[in-house]
């Protein structure tokens, strides 16, 4: 079977698949360039395309340990009783060391 009667015949397993995917179930070898070319092509590729989106990340400018903190409280009410009757959980991170903490309040 061709790779794009794979990729176009919903019966098949790989069908509607990564160009990559698709490839390397199919033991075709072909250039990766190309198969994208060739793809970019069908209206039924360009539909299902997974879309990749890079995460924005927030910059933190710290110069010190312990100079900027992250911190949650996080409601355990509803499980207090399999926590032994804690109902809270504070947690805090340390911004330049991703070190956590977590304090646990019965209250």
Sequence with gaps: MSLEAAYENP??????MEELKLCLEQE???????????YAK?????????????LKK????????NQQFQADLIDMQSLSEYNEGYNYLLT???TLLKYTWEYTYQE
Aim: glycine share 4%; aromatic share 4%; proline share 2%.
């Design 42 to 54: 069908k209206e039924s590729y360009t539909l299902h395309k997974t879309v990749r989106r890079k």
């Design 28 to 38: 075709m070898v072909l250039s990766l360039e190309r198969l994208k070319i060739g």
């Design 92 to 94: 805090r991170i340390c």
């Design 58 to 65: 927030n910059r933190v400018l710290v110069s010190q340990i």
């Design 11 to 16: 019966e098949h397993p790989g069908s509607y």
